[in-house]
């Protein structure tokens, strides 16, 4: 079965350290809208961005999407020999998050909070299971083709529940409104 590695490159409003020397503390953040008009054509998957490819958006080995938390990604690691020993090191746990690679667009710095808040991102280039990560807040998980496709029906049962219980009270709402006339 394929070999999945998902998680988040970034996340969204959550400063992280970018630097530190003695008492001074730079932070960086991302904007929820900062990749509106990103180009996100052709991301690759490494490993501590460099070496070898591991997956990429080309050849469907490699999805980049941003969603309400950040930039999630989910690389299909079972292609190649290469790849699949970043995948039992990713599920052994040895490394647990994800970085990045790309141009900044816009931003701005808050001098209050020393914060670099990117507002606009010109190209994601790579996206990486890293060992050392530069935001705590990323993550990147292992699981089996097996493990998606029961998440997945999961999560469509709860939204076929969830559109049942919307169903029930909208009935119920029609029968009171029906009883007051």
Not at 55 to 72: K, Y
Not at 103 to 121: A, N, Q
Not at 145 to 162: F, M, N
Request: overall charge negative; glycine content about 6%.
């Amino acid at each position: 079965g394929r070999m999945i590695a998902e998680g988040y490159a970034t996340t969204f409003n959550q400063p992280y350290e970018l630097y530190r020397k003695e008492d001074i503390v730079v932070n960086e953040q991302v904007d929820p809208e900062a990749f509106a008009e990103c180009d996100m054509s052709d991301v690759i998957f490494q490993l501590n961005h460099q070496g070898t490819v591991m997956a990429r958006q080309s050849n469907g080995s490699l999805i980049v999407e941003v969603d309400e938390n950040g930039l999630f990604t989910a690389a299909d690691l079972g292609r190649t020999e290469a790849a699949r020993r970043p995948y039992e090191e990713i599920s052994t746990g040895m490394i647990t998050k994800m970085s990045w690679g790309f141009i900044v667009g816009e931003y701005y710095y808050d001098k209050d909070t020393r914060t670099i808040v990117h507002t606009k991102v010109k190209k994601i280039f790579d996206v990486s299971a890293v060992s050392i990560p530069a935001n705590q807040n990323t993550e990147i998980n292992a699981r089996s083709w097996a493990d998606g496709v029961i998440d997945l029906a999961a999560r469509s049962e709860a939204e076929l529940d969830e559109r049942r219980r919307r169903l029930r009270l909208k009935i119920k709402l029609q029968e009171v409104v029906t009883n007051e006339n």
